[in-house]
């Protein structure tokens, strides 16, 4: 079992940048796959960013492709996303999860996929 929990958010100026943090607490951390999603006010909660357990490869959604990186230190139970070239648009709480990869699907785009979530924390990006 696994308990996650982000930090970092806060106010920033279009352009600038953040950088989120999703501290994990119990065992085996390393065997969980990591993502990270947003939901923005009145909109559904989407994909952003995952990486596998080992740190191997990264997938990310295409409105944040360039801008983001999510990256992982197993030893620190740590997962960041850091972000820049921030937009307005990007605004919304952001969300660390935990997939198993033992029972893994495939899909990392997927909520389903992930079974541990963060509380999440805001990030609000100003124009």
């Known amino acids: 079992q696994v308990q996650v929990v982000e930090s970092g958010g806060g106010l920033a100026q279009a352009g600038g940048s953040l950088r989120l943090s999703c501290a994990a607490s119990g065992r085996s951390f390393s065997t969980y796959h990591m993502g990270w999603f947003r939901q923005a006010p009145g909109k559904e909660r989407e994909f952003i960013a995952f990486?596998?357990?080992?740190?191997?490869?990264?997938y990310y959604a295409d409105s944040v492709k360039g801008r983001f990186a999510i990256s992982r230190d197993n030893a620190k139970k740590t997962v960041w996303l850091q972000m820049n070239s921030l937009k307005p648009e990007d605004t919304a709480v952001y969300y660390c999860a935990a997939a198993s990869l033992f029972r893994y699907s495939g899909r990392h785009a997927s909520e389903d996929s992930y079974t541990y979530w963060g509380q999440g924390t805001q990030v609000t990006v100003s124009s």
């Open positions: 990486v596998t357990s080992n740190g191997g490869s990264t």
